[in-house]
């Protein structure tokens, strides 16, 4: 996560310091906003995210529980601020994570074709398509799946701190991870495989 | 190594968390298998990918905002 927390800090924002609080906020308020964007891929709903988590986080101070997990705190409510918005948004549709994983023979070798793609991430302008698509692709994965890969992948926190904000075990984690790459692989395959339709 | 105990081996090898002798084997099986290689190197574009879409800084509006909330004690 983010650097060192000055010390004290905790203590001073759970007994209602305002400074405190404003120096917590400001250490913290890019990520926050990350969080809330990649979740939503709207600005407007990123900055209600973000004024809700910073609204929640000013009510909930006096009950901190451990004053060395800040950031996590904020993290943790930020998701679920993101979560709570998306499920009162029309979305678009999530995709099934099933059948991400692929289809193999009964001695395990895969059976589909896998073809290289015809663009070069090496490539500024290549990458940005796949970025872009990346983004698009993201939108359409399930909730759960992708909380943990906006904190994972986006945001690149430890696996250990994408479980504690979603006070998930780490093997769940990595499980819900793993199957959100898996299907978002797939999406940018379905349109830059070579000789994709 | 089969295709599917690559692809469950895929998120620490991307990691780089994989045992020496597991990390070879899944190199070796890649190497004869044009699928499993294509599903590595564009498995690792994806992640490579994702940090791309980091906020890299808040808008001003929304940072002017948020000083003007804190400036009123929240």
Redesign the interface.
């Known amino acids: 996560m983010s650097g060192p927390v000055p010390p004290e800090l905790g203590a001073r924002v759970r007994a209602g310091d305002p400074d405190a609080f404003a120096q917590l906020v400001r250490l913290h308020e890019r990520r926050l906003w990350s969080i809330g964007y990649a979740m939503t891929r709207n600005p407007e709903d990123a900055r209600d995210v973000l004024q809700e988590t910073l609204t929640l986080a000013f009510r909930s101070r006096g009950g901190l529980q451990d004053d060395t997990r800040l950031e996590a705190w904020l993290c943790r409510i930020a998701t679920n601020c993101a979560r709570m918005l998306l499920r009162t948004r029309r979305r678009k549709p999530t995709v099934s994570i099933e059948g991400v994983e692929g289809t193999f023979d009964a001695s395990g070798h895969r059976i589909e074709d896998l073809r290289p793609w015809s663009v070069d991430p090496g490539d500024a302008v290549d990458r940005r398509r796949l970025a872009d698509r990346l983004a698009a692709a993201s939108e359409e994965l399930p909730e759960p799946y992708r909380e943990v890969w906006v904190l994972a992948d986006v945001e690149q926190l430890s696996m250990a701190e994408v479980a504690e904000v979603l006070e998930l075990t780490i093997p769940n984690v990595k499980t819900r991870l793993h199957r959100a790459r898996l299907a978002l692989r797939k999406r940018l395959a379905d349109e830059f495989e070579r000789g994709a339709a | 190594m ?4 690559l ?1 469950e081996l ?2 620490d090898h991307q990691a780089r968390a994989l045992p020496f002798r597991v990390s070879a084997s899944l190199r070796f099986h890649a190497a004869f ?4 290689r ?2 590595v ?3 690792g ?15 001003a509006d ?2 002017a ?2 000083e003007a ?2 400036g009123r ?2």
């Not at chain 2, 089969?2 to 105990?5: P, V």
């Open positions: 089969t295709c599917a105990e692809q895929l998120l298998c044009d699928c499993c294509e599903l190197r564009t498995y574009t994806t992640v490579d990918l994702a940090p791309d879409l980091r906020a890299k800084e808040v808008p929304v940072h905002e948020v909330w804190l004690g929240g």
